[in-house]
């Protein structure tokens, strides 16, 4: 039977892994592409056949693979750097501003990737606070207003999340960027959980900073940290932990240090190559199908999913209204984390996460009866006891 998304379905032979599983874990590590390995092997043989000759190859190459990836997110060329991951990325924009003057203020909630929250505990040590917006009693959410009241002349950055990890909630970035940007404080959204699966324009969203990381909708892997900063900000950041990449000129070797101008500042040292490469497919692919048709198919399955959880009487912990929710539906059947094993045994493959349930994406690549099937072997595993 065709459908609307035949074409999108036809590029399942893509994703090897399909094959093999009902692979429902995009949210946490998107299937990987076949043109991987391909790359990997032209990432070794230019090693293999050049030496140190392949970074005349390596180095642009890794700035091309950049910009793919901003792309994804709306970004224009020559305003996204990659680095290994979010940990690193924040840590480096973090000591980038000067945190001992009266606006010394970090404003984030409590349902933040844990890494961030772990960053933003320690910044006391350079002299700032953080204050922590609570998350609503139904774990789902937190109080945007609360967050936007929170946002005054003392605040140097605002970090949120574009989609909660837990959840997949999509946090209403419109006011609290508003609201940073009415008091001169830096808007930096962690967009891990949305690229991939949302379409992103960063320059509409008007945000100041705006990273993440390709592990998961992606699928482009370990290693590829990604930060979009706004051309307007870039050059008045000066990173601490400044490599020889990003200096004006990484091959001068110039002791004295001198900032590369715009983005590539951030680049920090030696550039993890392999793992560029390895993404490059993954980008590639979902560029040409924009991101307006993924989230289209991902809506036409997560919707379906949700509903049909909430019939069979499961506890949903994700919101109920398509809009307001990313890539993957949080299901709680009861006893998740030993029904999250029974799935993983059968080659139904999903996450758990402690407190909420069992989350499923579908993505792109995947079909309908693929995500409602879950529902049947959930419900399985429950009566077998
Ligand atoms: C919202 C969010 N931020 C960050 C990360 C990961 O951070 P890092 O790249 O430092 O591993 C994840 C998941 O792995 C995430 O869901």
Request: with cysteine; glycine share 10%; aromatic share 6%.
């Given at each position: 039977m065709s459908s609307l998304h035949d074409?999108?379905?036809?590029?399942?032979?893509?994703?090897?892994?399909?094959?093999r599983k009902t692979y429902l874990a995009s949210h946490t590590l998107g299937a990987m592409h076949r043109g991987t390995r391909e790359r990997l092997a032209e990432f070794t043989d230019l090693w293999a056949e050049q030496g140190v000759v392949a970074w005349e190859t390596w180095a642009p190459f890794v700035e091309r693979v950049a910009d793919l990836v901003g792309s994804l997110v709306g970004a224009p060329p020559?305003?996204?750097?990659?680095?290994?991951?979010?940990?690193?990325?924040?840590?480096?924009?973090?000591?980038?501003?000067?945190?001992?003057?009266?606006?010394?203020?970090?404003?984030?909630?409590?349902?933040?990737?844990?890494?961030?929250?772990?960053?933003?505990?320690?910044?006391?040590?350079?002299?700032?606070?953080?204050?922590?917006?609570?998350?609503?009693?139904?774990g789902i959410s937190f109080d945007v207003q609360r967050m936007v009241d929170a946002i005054d002349e003392r605040t140097l950055v605002v970090e949120c999340?574009?989609?909660?990890?837990?959840?997949?909630?999509?946090?209403?970035?419109?006011?609290?960027?508003?609201?940073?940007?009415?008091?001169?404080?830096?808007?930096?959204?962690?967009?891990?959980?949305?690229?991939?699966?949302?379409?992103?324009?960063?320059?509409?969203?008007?945000?100041?900073?705006?990273l993440g990381g390709s592990v998961k909708y992606l699928s482009g892997g370990p290693g590829n940290g990604w930060m979009h900063v706004s051309p307007s900000l870039v050059d008045r950041l000066e990173p601490v932990t400044t490599g020889w990449f990003g200096q004006v000129a990484p091959f001068a070797f110039d002791p004295e240090n001198a900032y590369a101008p715009g983005i590539r500042r951030f680049a920090g040292g030696t550039p993890g190559v392999p793992a560029a490469f390895a993404a490059e497919p993954a980008y590639a692919a979902l560029a040409e199908i924009g991101m307006a048709r993924v989230r289209e198919r991902s809506q036409s399955m997560t919707q379906p999913l949700l509903e049909a959880a909430l019939e069979r009487g499961f506890t949903v912990r994700s919101p109920q209204e398509p809009s307001q929710r990313g890539g993957h539906v949080t299901i709680d059947p009861g006893d998740s984390a030993r029904v999250h094993d029974a799935l993983i045994a059968r080659g139904t493959v999903v996450d758990h996460r402690p407190g909420v349930g069992i989350r499923v994406s579908p993505h792109f690549y995947n079909t309908l009866d693929e995500a409602l099937g879950v529902l049947d072997d959930m419900a399985e595993v429950l009566a077998a006891g």
């Open positions: 074409d999108l379905l036809s590029r399942r032979a893509d994703y090897p892994v399909l094959e020559g305003t996204t750097v990659m680095r290994q991951n979010v940990a690193d990325l924040l840590g480096d924009l973090v000591v980038s501003l000067d945190w001992t003057g009266p606006r010394n203020r970090v404003v984030t909630s409590a349902l933040e990737w844990p890494g961030s929250l772990h960053t933003w505990s320690q910044i006391g040590r350079l002299g700032g606070e953080a204050v922590l917006v609570p998350g609503e009693p139904d999340s574009h989609v909660l990890f837990r959840t997949s909630t999509i946090v209403d970035l419109a006011p609290i960027i508003e609201k940073a940007r009415a008091v001169g404080a830096l808007a930096v959204v962690d967009g891990y959980q949305a690229a991939g699966t949302l379409p992103v324009d960063v320059v509409a969203l008007g945000c100041d900073v705006y």
